[in-house]
């Protein structure tokens, strides 16, 4: 049916990885363009809002995660992640708006404000491009970013209460888990995908990683909402 399916994406963005997710999920093939370095300022003219996921198929260009994943549940429907139920469908929305819209947050805080993180995270954001635009995005790409984080409100709190409140989610999260293999019914949703996608980035990046491993049922479920490439 498709014959080039575009992901334009950062390899850590969540959102983009929540794509990722999806298109393996349906076993849609598909090719990434990446926007790093400089090519960072071009990303926001390829959509209305100005960011990351965009997805061209099917001779469409389709912006953001939730659309995306709306257009690919109608038109690659052989494989479904969204639960018939009813009830079951309203949770896997709750869950998909808890991730985009506040464990986003967190991700972000936790590569911006600690340095061994930031350093990570350049260094996915400065992949294949010439050595010279990697101090760009360390130094103009984190001031940026921060500004955000100031805004959104999360920036404005100390490290230890924001570490405080995403391990105590964590926990709420692993008892969620306990004798369940997937967050909603019985088979992966869009709302692992959407969790899991958030997760795996603070897990690629965070020292806390090591601290997310003691919360038992959130790292079995992680790993079987692993992605296969980027
Ligand atoms: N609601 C959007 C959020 C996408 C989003 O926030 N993407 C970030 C990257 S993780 C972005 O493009 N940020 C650039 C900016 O805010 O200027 C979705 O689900 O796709």
Redesign the pocket.
């Known amino acids: 049916m498709s014959s080039d399916v575009v992901l334009h994406q ?1 390899t850590v ?4 990885g ?1 794509v990722r997710r999806m298109l393996e999920a349906k076993n849609i093939a598909y090719r990434v363009k990446n926007y790093n370095g400089i090519l960072t300022t071009i ?2 003219r390829l959509s209305d ?5 965009v997805l061209d198929i099917n001779g469409k260009r389709i ?4 659309v995306i994943a709306d257009y690919l549940e109608v038109e690659f429907n052989h494989v479904s992640l969204v639960p018939e139920d009813a009830a079951q469908r309203a949770s896997m929305n709750i869950y998909q708006d808890w991730a ?1 819209e506040s464990l ?1 947050w967190y991700n972000f805080y936790f590569r911006l404000n600690y340095d061994e993180a930031w350093e990570k995270t350049v260094d996915f954001f400065s992949e294949g491009r010439p050595a010279r635009e990697k101090l760009l995005v360390r130094h103009l790409g984190r001031f940026q970013y921060k500004r ?1 984080l100031v805004a959104q409100g999360i920036g404005r709190y100390s490290k230890a209460q924001v570490e405080e409140r995403f391990l105590f989610l964590l926990g709420q999260l692993n008892e969620t888990l306990k004798d369940k293999q997937w967050l909603v019914g019985d088979r992966m949703s869009l709302a692992d995908i959407a969790v899991a996608s958030q997760l795996h980035e603070v897990k690629r990046t965070s020292h806390l990683v090591s601290t997310m491993e003691s919360f038992p049922d959130v790292w079995r479920w992680l790993a079987l909402n692993k992605e296969r490439g980027q």
């Open positions: 950062w963005s969540p959102f983009c929540k990303a926001p809002a100005g960011k990351l996921p912006a953001d995660s939730r985009d986003y955000q």
